[in-house]
Every structure is written in structure tokens, then in C-alpha cells.
């Protein structure tokens, strides 16, 4: 028996990868969606292949009490006031990313769940991926030894052959190149050091394509990150360029190293002249038909029946990442200006 009856906001992209994903699971299913655009109910439930009732009025969704779960996939600058309207009518909340193109905002969205005591499940879902649960695993079995330096970094071209460029080209809803997408490098390179941040410093940059010349904010930035207790990393963002999808990831420590999907461990007494392999699923495509939802939504639909935030990318957990990347920000309109997250506002 499913559980949870989940609505969906928003109706373009990321929505259909979710509706698929959220009905994969053995939890949930997508019993509503709300669109800006009037959609057909019958069509829409013939699609999904189960009942399911549209609405072109937020309110009147959220008032459906067998609703349990609103799952946001609407433009960025419309994410803080749907997933607080959603809170405040007493649903749990499924949010893409970014969380909120602003930190008040993201801290808007927090501290709502919190006061209606909803959970809540942010779409970084390269935490849940193969590539990188195996990443964990060789972390957390000590093949790395203590870490001390990494490098996660995204790269992949966002341009006009991809639908999101209408409106990720503006700054209103595209942000900057963290929050648009390479916020999925930097939160994966928070994972992996698994230690508070203390200052961050950030260098942007736009490249002189004319493919890109739409976009109203620089497109490519690489920031260092300073951890406590003395760790460093850095993060490049760059969805202005012109190459395959390409997610780095370089991870140093006191016993060896990983370089994506191959490493070299003294404990395991590999040969450090030549690269030992793994064999996981990378992640090397933007499309989200190819991204984990399905193990995430699980995740989330476990935890919500366990009555626990879920592991990984709870709505308190992604928040933290947020606030680095809104310190990044903040150090690349500064020139790189070292910015402690202490000292955010
Ligand atoms: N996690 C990921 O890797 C990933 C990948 C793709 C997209 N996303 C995120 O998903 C979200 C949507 O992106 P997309 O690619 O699906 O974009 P999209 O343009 O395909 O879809 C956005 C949808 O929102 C609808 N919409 C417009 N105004 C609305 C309103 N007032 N209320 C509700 N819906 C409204 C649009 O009609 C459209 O259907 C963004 O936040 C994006 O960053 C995340």
C-alpha cells in the first residue's frame, strides 16, 4: 500500500523525471500537479498512468487534505514562497534546487518547516548517486586515509540547445554559476570532507562565446574553501563551456587518492604508479532522466515513516551547503575577498 499522495508544482522538465521517480518508489504516488498552465486532467492521469487532478491555484492544491508530500519544481525565484505556503498547510516538501536564489529565502524555507513541523528533501540527488555512494564507501572504509584536500568541479555547457537556457540565463532566476548547477560540485565536495566550513574565497569569469553572451552573470567561477581545523578544497562551477558533461572529482588523503572513478590506496597496497580502477555508474550526463531521484525519494519516503529528517539532503543538511555557496557569492562580487560564513547576513 502507497502512503504518501504527493503534488507536484511546476510542470516542465525536472517535473516528469520526478513524477516517474516519486511513482517508482513503493511509498508514494503523484496524485496532484499545479501548473501556471491549465492542464487536462484526463490526459495528464492517462500519461501517468494513475489519477491524478490538476490545479492552476496553489491554495486550492494545498488544501487537498489527503495530500501529504508538495513537491517544487518551478522556476528558482518561485521556490521560497511555494515551499513556505506548502509548510504552512502541513506538507512535507520535496524542493530542487537551488533551494532559493537568496539566503533569507533559503533560511525562509527552514525555519517554516520547522515551526510546521514538516521534513523536507532538497533534489541534491548526486549524494544519492552510484558514483558517489561508492566514492563514500571508499572514504568511510579509511582507503584515503584522513583527508586533507579535495577538488569537485562541474562542467557542463549550458546553452541554448538546452531548455533550461530561456530562463537560466537571467540572474533573477539563474542566479550565478553555483546556484544554477555547480552548486551540485560544491555540495558533493562538502560531503566528502564532512567538516564545517570557515571562510571561503571565490574568482568569476564569463567566457567571450557568443553563445553565451545572454547570460546576465558570469558563467564560470572556481572557488577555494577553507575548512576548520585546516583542510582546504575547490570547487570550479563552469556551465559556460564546450566540451562533454564532465563532474571532477579529486580527493587527497593521508593514505592514497581518487581521481573519479580510479584511486590508489597504501592500505590496500595498490601500485601507485598505475591507477586502480572501481566500477560505478558515473555521473556524466545533465539530462534528469539519468539522474537518482528514484533512490533519493525512497530515502525521503523512509525517513518520513521513520518520523527522522532524512540522511543526506534534509532541508537542514542542504541549507548549510547553501550558505557556502552564498559566501562564494558574495567573495566573487568582492573580488575574492575572503568570506567567512560567520560573518553572513
Ligand atoms: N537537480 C537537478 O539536477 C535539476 C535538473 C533540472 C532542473 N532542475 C531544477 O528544477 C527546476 C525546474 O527546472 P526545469 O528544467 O524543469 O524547468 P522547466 O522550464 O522545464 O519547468 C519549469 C516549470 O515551472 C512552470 N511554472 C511557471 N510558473 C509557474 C508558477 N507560478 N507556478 C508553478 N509552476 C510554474 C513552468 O511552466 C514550467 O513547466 C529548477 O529549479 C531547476 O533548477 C534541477
Known amino acids: 500500500m502507497k502512503k504518501y499522495n504527493v503534488g507536484i508544482i511546476g510542470y516542465g522538465w525536472a517535473a516528469g523525471a520526478h513524477i516517474d521517480a516519486i511513482n517508482a518508489t513503493d511509498k508514494a504516488q503523484v496524485t496532484a500537479i499545479y501548473s501556471s ?42 521556490h521560497s514562497a511555494q ?11 520535496i524542493l530542487e534546487k537551488p533551494m532559493a536564489n537568496t539566503l533569507q529565502e533559503c533560511r525562509d524555507i527552514v525555519a517554516a518547516a520547522e515551526k510546521n513541523k514538516v ?6 540527488e548526486c549524494r544519492w548517486s552510484n558514483q558517489f555512494t561508492v566514492t563514500n564507501s571508499v572514504i568511510k572504509e ?39 548547477a555547480g552548486c551540485h560540485a560544491l ?14 574565497s571565490s574568482f568569476s569569469a564569463k567566457s567571450k562565446s557568443s553563445i553565451f553572451k545572454p547570460y546576465e552573470y558570469d558563467t564560470t567561477s572556481v572557488t577555494i574553501i577553507h575548512f576548520k581545523g585546516g583542510k582546504v578544497g575547490k570547487c570550479a562551477a563552469v556551465v559556460d563551456c564546450l566540451q562533454p558533461y564532465y563532474f571532477h572529482t579529486h580527493l587527497v588523503g593521508s593514505q592514497g587518492s581518487l581521481l573519479d572513478d580510479r584511486f590508489h590506496s597504501m592500505k590496500l ?42 540522511p543526506l539532503t534534509s532541508l537542514k543538511e542542504s541549507f548549510k551547503s547553501f550558505e557556502v555557496i552564498f559566501a562564494a557569492d558574495k567573495s566573487a562580487a568582492e573580488g575574492g575577498r575572503p568570506v567567512r560564513i560567520e560573518e553572513l547576513e
Not at 486550492?60 to 525565484?77: E, G
Not at 558533493?188 to 564545517?196: H, K, P, Y
Not at 537518482?292 to 515513516?305: I, K, N, T, V
Open 83 to 93: 515551499a513556505v505556503a506548502a509548510a504552512n498547510a502541513k506538507k512535507h516538501i
Open 187 to 200: 555540495d558533493s565536495l562538502l560531503m566528502f570532507m564532512g567538516t564545517e566550513v570557515e571562510a571561503v
Open 119 to 124: 521534513r523536507g528533501c532538497v533534489c541534491f
Open 269 to 310: 597496497h595498490t601500485d601507485k604508479h598505475h591507477w586502480s580502477k572501481l566500477s560505478m555508474k558515473m555521473l556524466d550526463s545533465g539530462d534528469v532522466s539519468d539522474h537518482p531521484y528514484q533512490s533519493q525519494f525512497q530515502a525521503f519516503f523512509d525517513a518520513l515513516d521513520a518520523g527522522k529528517d532524512m
Open 142 to 180: 579509511g582507503l584515503l586515509g584522513d583527508l586533507h584536500y579535495a577538488e569537485v568541479d562541474y562542467y557542463h555547457g549550458i546553452g541554448p540547445w538546452y531548455g533550461q537556457f530561456r530562463w537560466n540565463t537571467g540572474k533573477k532566476d539563474g542566479g550565478s554559476a553555483l546556484l544554477t
Open 37 to 78: 498552465r491549465k492542464l487536462d486532467d484526463a490526459e495528464v492521469s492517462k500519461k501517468h498512468g494513475m489519477a491524478i487532478k490538476t490545479y492552476t491555484d496553489l491554495d486550492k492544491m494545498l488544501a487537498d487534505k489527503d495530500l501529504h508530500v508538495v513537491d517544487i519544481t518551478s522556476y528558482p525565484s518561485q
